[in-house]
């Protein structure tokens, strides 16, 4: 009973936070890819990669049959010395030419076709889904304005130049162009053809390598944007990441990866980039929980400001108390984010009080038991 009240608590401050914030994220790439990949492989898939469209509510997927890719764990610095930079469009590049550098086999023999990111990581390694030459048709270079006229027309406001968009537009292109049975995935290569015109990498997939699937946010474990990274308890570290698209007046992104190691140390890291020339205010909150569900230690970061139309770090290291280290099981991340630093600031007071009075009501639930 003690127990069960104690956590309807936790689980209250939690909830008070959530409806302070003032723009939710919407599921993000990696989010979306990390989810879909676990859920693909409970079905015998290699893995999958979201379309970022939905049918009702289910969020629509290409899986990636058996024997058609493998998983390799790519080292950071091979990633980045494939090219170098920091977006979402520039990590798919990097797990394209990674996996293109990559033999199928040893150390001869066919080289991969392409590969993407499944979101995991480790050590020092993501890991890359490596699409073999058997799974792939042709790979071909699209105008861009080709792929725009195809975003126009099923996908008003989308943008072809849109690393999310680019998915379900390619994918719409070789339905319209090739045939409604095939589809394709961008490589994110672009580059200028001898007419003058932009154009972007297709890779087109041969149907007997994939296969359409449709999850619902139940089926994928998304719950209003939060991003978990569970494992076992007592294994670490625990490392969980938030990517906040960030749409509206002021627009840009907030990236926060969270570190908690099994001495208890904490580092939080948040890159903050502004696309606009408004600029925007940054906060984030981690709540450590435990299997329950409940909180087990919190922090909070920033708020630190970004000008406009450039980017700027957030960084947080702190400790997790010893007596609660041995439950910690999942991380839970809040972005914070809005172009007036005071209502980040009154947002962040607010939370503390909530926290204060739920501490109040703890304490003296304590007393009765």
Known sequence: MRSSILKLFSLSAILIAQRCVALEATPSLDYLTRFGHRKAREENFVSAYPLFVRNGAKNKFIAIKSGYAVIRDADNGELTAAFDGDSDKVQAIRAHRWARSQFVSDHSGPKFKTGFLDHEQGHGVHGVVCLKPEAIEQMIDVPREELQKIADEYFPGSDAGDVEDRYAIVDMWVTKKKSPLKTGIPDF?????????????????????????????????IDNGTKLFQRDSGEFPLIAHEDSKIDGTYGGRMKTTVEIYKNGKVHVESVLSS??????????????????????????????????????????????????????????????????PDRVKHFLDQVDHAAQQIGDIVNKVKQWF
């Open 189 to 221: 290569e672009e580059s200028i053809n001898s007419d003058g015109k932009q154009v972007y990498g297709v890779v087109i997939l041969k149907n007997a390598a994939i296969e359409g699937k449709e999850y619902t946010d139940d089926d994928l474990g």
């Open 275 to 340: 696309s606009t020339v408004i600029g925007f205010t940054g906060a984030v909150l981690v709540s450590i929980l435990d299997k329950d569900g409940a909180v087990v230690a919190d922090f909070k970061a920033g708020p630190k400001g970004v000008n406009g139309s450039s980017s700027t770090d957030l960084e947080f290291d702190g400790t997790v108390p010893n007596s609660a280290m041995g439950k910690a099981v999942d991380v839970e991340i809040r972005n914070i984010h809005d172009e007036n």
